[in-house]
């Protein structure tokens, strides 16, 4: 029964590795791409893993047309067997996946394809970047349900668009378009639905595989909240526990110099 969950699970999340690069689709269309316990585990997992990868240094979250993911799978938790199985606390805490993505050091691209709700909204906020496609929608729908965000969403909303715009977002449960998502900075980049997942492929390729990467994100994840001093010192901090290669440094100076070059040009 247990390999049979797991199976099906696998088949709900597939997941790719390619040149320093992991997938996960939510792959779940009949049902909103809404996320089961057992899908939750295996993202879970599949981002762990991913931390601890030589080979990864990005990952791609997206889905199979036409929504992002609903976020819980409410349909299940109603379920008598669920309730027996996992207390609250395991079904919303422990096997959580904004919190997952939060502790990643290596950066994760949400490339939202289609309605991203509720719990599938806390996913998009506690990944590094969002990339949305034009056809994309944002709601967190939480109040309407009854229920109160458990994965992040009240302290996240507020930080990427303000406290008016959030408390209107979680009141009403009114759908943001795509653009008007970019308006308001709940979003990094809006393109053409066709070409949502090699622009992500196309972003997460601009990442360079160098550790100075994750420890800016242990900065970014740690200054979060401080006050403008404190996170200044925690840079400092970190600025001089640093090694400081000067022949690394020249070479990377003159990559990066024409890179920039290039990229001026084009």
């Not at 006050?227 to 003159?254: I, Q, Y």
Request: proline share 3%.
């Amino acid at each position: 029964m247990a390999d049979d969950i797991s199976a099906i699970a696998e088949s709900q999340l597939p997941c790719i590795d390619d040149e320093g690069v992991r997938t996960i689709t939510f792959n779940r269309p009949e049902a909103k791409n809404a996320m089961s316990m057992a899908m939750r585990e295996r993202f879970c997992a599949l981002l762990s893993e991913a931390e601890q990868s030589s080979d990864i240094r990005v990952v791609i979250v997206t889905a199979v047309d036409p929504v992002f993911t609903a976020g819980v799978d409410f349909k299940e938790a109603s379920t008598g067997n669920f309730a027996r199985k996992w207390n609250a606390f395991d079904a919303q805490f422990a096997v959580n996946p904004g919190k997952a993505l939060r502790s990643m050091t290596k950066p994760v691209i949400s490339a939202v394809n289609g309605a991203c709700v509720s719990g599938g909204l806390e996913v998009a906020l506690s990944s590094s970047f969002i990339v949305a496609s034009e056809r994309a929608r944002f709601a967190d729908t939480h109040a309407r349900l009854g229920v109160i965000a458990t994965w992040g969403l009240t302290a996240l909303l507020p930080r990427a668009i303000g406290i008016r715009r959030a408390r209107e977002m979680s009141i009403t449960g009114n759908f943001v378009s795509a653009d008007e998502a970019l308006h308001i900075g709940l979003v990094n980049h809006v393109v053409a639905h066709d070409d949502l997942v090699p622009f992500a492929h196309k972003l997460a390729a601009d990442v360079p595989a160098l550790g100075s990467i994750q420890e800016i994100m242990r900065l970014y994840m740690r200054g979060d909240g401080l006050s403008l001093a404190d996170a200044l010192a925690l840079e400092a901090e970190h600025t001089v526990r640093r090694p400081f290669d000067a022949k690394s440094f020249g070479e990377l100076g003159t990559a990066t110099a024409k890179r920039g070059s290039q990229k001026a040009i084009a």
